[in-house]
């Protein structure tokens, strides 16, 4: 079980809404909440299907999520952003086991380059705005990373691979567990020489990341559990600048990038004995260190620390659940670096103290209603109060109707606010925070017994968007504003699941989304997108065969040249994305496997001057030592 889902297992029926644990979700809502209660648009990501697909990143798995856009920067290890319903990346909340895994350090983004998956069992994706359940960052949707945890046998399993670009890689995993605690582990490296950034040169790029994890969990009376888990990713990557003065595009650049992440958390539930008043006590950190070099010499580093306290009490009345949260957050952030034409040395802090509620209803046997607001009293902007509602409606066996609204609120960054890069990028302490208004309607309908059908409609409307790269004619810079006029994102996500036999599924997803900006089209935003994926077994289901290809439509992008020439407004083309993975069970305890990337050898790029990976090839073995 994982981590994520044990919270969920502890919980009594009356909390867990009746419904078996993989229907189950630990996001949607300030308690555990059933899939079919949800007025929003659900993924959920199972570990089989990372195994079936070898995925060593989690973004190779996000492009067949409806709604979502991925755009790396380059090869493995660069810089790649999640963009969800054409939301900017930073309007993404990310959750490692329910806690706030964003970088303030690197402007509230998450670091999706360096999340592998050897350790993760599950990902949960609600799309739509949940400021009012979690805050800051959460106006398109959250994404709850869920890794793994004890098993009731005592299990270690291992794999390695290696392939094209020189890539290795190796992860082991172990875990155990008795009537009343359990404990796992897991550490994992992806190394590869990547490729060559830039349109020139011959310059590679590698990257290496490794992430260790333990966990822990224990119940020592017949209502309390008590959890303990920390995380550690160290990862390096090398890449290129931009020649701001003859090309404008990235050049061969000895430039390295040192991160290091520390999450960890304490968790403590316990309940009543009729299971009528359940109580959370949660602190969590998370801290993370980016220090850049330019040949060999420390450049401009920032560095966050973010610790949580929090508590938590749901109470059942009748069918119904009402959640009362208090919550304390301190961020710290520091830069560091030379001084030249401007000092980057620098330390900000920020606290937000956070009242939540969040209350789950019934509406007879078949609709479920539910309803949250949220008071922020920020230490550096204005007091903020965001709210939600949402209704599910099984209308019939076959039909779920979707209904969802909610604000939602995004505060400017450290890096917008306060950040310096010299020759690149000047603060704005004049910034207002995001405020968007969004709406969702959608259904969930099985079409006879082997085809199942979501289709949701969306709108939202963010006013005071921040533009991060804004000309300052007076400093030569660049620097961030808020943007007059209202941004405006809607569209279309279609999700198709067919199970044609025990053997054989397919599925399809497309999106259209509409993304303008003062009535400009937002850019790295395509209007059109989709994804295909096929899973074939075989031999009594020994083997795996799984197919999938994630296409992105045009978009646009901005190209920079050298002053004085005004910038440009650039298209990037289709293309297809395609991976092929064949695994195969030689016996109970070993696995072959081998994949293909970028099947079809497309030539494409995610932003405007920077190559990406062609064909790669990929074999390995899994292998379970104790069970």
């Known amino acids: 079980a994982a981590f994520g889902a044990s919270l969920v297992a502890f919980a009594s029926p009356t909390f867990a809404a009746d419904e078996p644990l993989d229907q189950i979700i630990v996001t949607g809502s300030r308690a555990p909440l059933a899939v079919s209660a949800s007025g929003n648009a659900i993924t959920v990501i199972e570990r089989d299907t990372i195994e079936r697909r070898q995925a060593r990143y989690v973004t190779d798995l996000l492009r067949q999520v409806p709604g979502f856009a991925v755009s790396q920067s380059g090869v493995p290890g660069s810089q790649t952003q999640v963009r969800v319903r054409c939301a900017e990346a930073n309007l993404v909340l990310v959750l490692i086991d329910g806690a706030r895994a964003n970088d303030p350090a690197t402007g509230d983004e998450f670091r999706w380059e360096f999340l592998t998956t050897a350790n993760i069992e599950r990902i949960e994706i609600v799309r739509g705005p949940h400021s009012a359940i979690w805050g800051s960052d959460a106006l398109a949707g959250v994404i709850n990373i869920i890794t793994r945890s004890g098993t009731s046998t005592p299990s270690i399993d291992a794999y390695l691979e290696t392939g094209s670009a020189n890539t290795f890689d190796s992860g082991l995993n172990g ?44 119940q020592g009376l017949k209502r309390m559990d008590i959890k303990l888990a920390a995380r550690r990713v160290d990862a390096r ?116 103290d956070s009242i939540v509620l969040d209350y789950q209803g019934r509406i007879g046997d078949g609709v479920t209603w539910v309803a949250g607001a949220r008071y922020d009293d920020n230490s550096v902007f204005d007091d903020s109060l965001t709210g939600r509602l949402s209704f599910a409606w099984q209308a019939t066996d076959r039909t779920l109707l979707r209904l969802s609204g909610g604000t939602g609120r995004k505060n400017p960054t450290f890096i917008e606010l ?92 497309y999106t259209y989304v509409d993304s303008t900006a003062s009535d400009v089209r937002e850019v790295r935003r395509p209007r059109h997108s989709g994804s295909v994926d096929l899973d074939y077994a075989f031999h009594d289901g020994r083997g795996h065969l799984a197919f999938a290809a994630a296409y992105g439509g045009t978009r646009t992008d901005t190209f920079f040249p050298p002053w004085p020439n005004p910038p440009e407004t650039v298209t990037l083309s289709t293309h297809w994305l395609a991976d092929l993975t064949l695994r195969y069970e030689v016996s109970a305890a070993v696995a072959l496997f081998t994949r293909v990337s970028n099947l079809l050898d497309a030539d494409y790029e995610h932003v405007y001057g920077y190559q990406t990976p062609g064909r790669t090839v990929y074999a390995g073995v899994s292998v379970t030592l104790a069970r």
């Open 175 to 218: 875990s155990y567990s008795s009537s009343n605690w359990d404990a796992g582990f897991s550490i994992e490296r992806v190394s590869t020489d990547g490729g060559n950034i830039s349109r020139t040169g011959s310059e590679q790029d590698p990257s290496a990341v490794t992430t260790a994890a333990v966990n822990a969990a224990w």
């Open 237 to 352: 990557s090398q890449y290129d600048n931009v020649d701001y003065f003859l090309t404008g595009l990235p050049t061969d650049s000895d430039v390295v990038l040192d991160t290091t992440q520390h999450y960890a958390q304490l968790l403590l539930v316990t309940a009543d004995d009729d299971a009528q008043l359940r109580h959370r006590f949660a602190a969590n950190y998370a801290g993370s260190d980016n220090q850049n070099r330019t040949a060999g010499i420390e450049d401009v580093s920032a560095l966050s620390d973010r610790v949580m306290l929090g508590y938590q009490a749901d109470v059942r009345i009748g069918r119904d659940i009402l959640s009362v949260a208090l919550e304390r957050e301190e961020t710290d952030f520091e830069q560091l670096g030379p001084v030249g034409f401007g000092d980057p040395n620098q330390a900000r802090e920020m606290t937000v």
């Open 418 to 509: 306060y950040g310096y890069f010299p020759g690149q990028f000047v603060n704005n302490p004049g910034l207002e925070p995001e405020k968007s208004t969004a709406v969702e309607v959608g259904v969930e309908q099985h079409l006879g017994e082997r085809f199942d059908l979501q289709l949701s409609l969306f709108r939202q409307d963010l006013e005071d968007e921040i533009n991060g790269f804004v000309y300052d004619p007076v400093t030569f810079l660049a620097t961030a504003e808020n943007m007059t006029g209202k941004s405006r994102r809607d569209g279309v996500e279609v999700a198709l699941r067919w199970q044609a036999s025990d053997r054989f599924s397919a599925g399809a997803t």
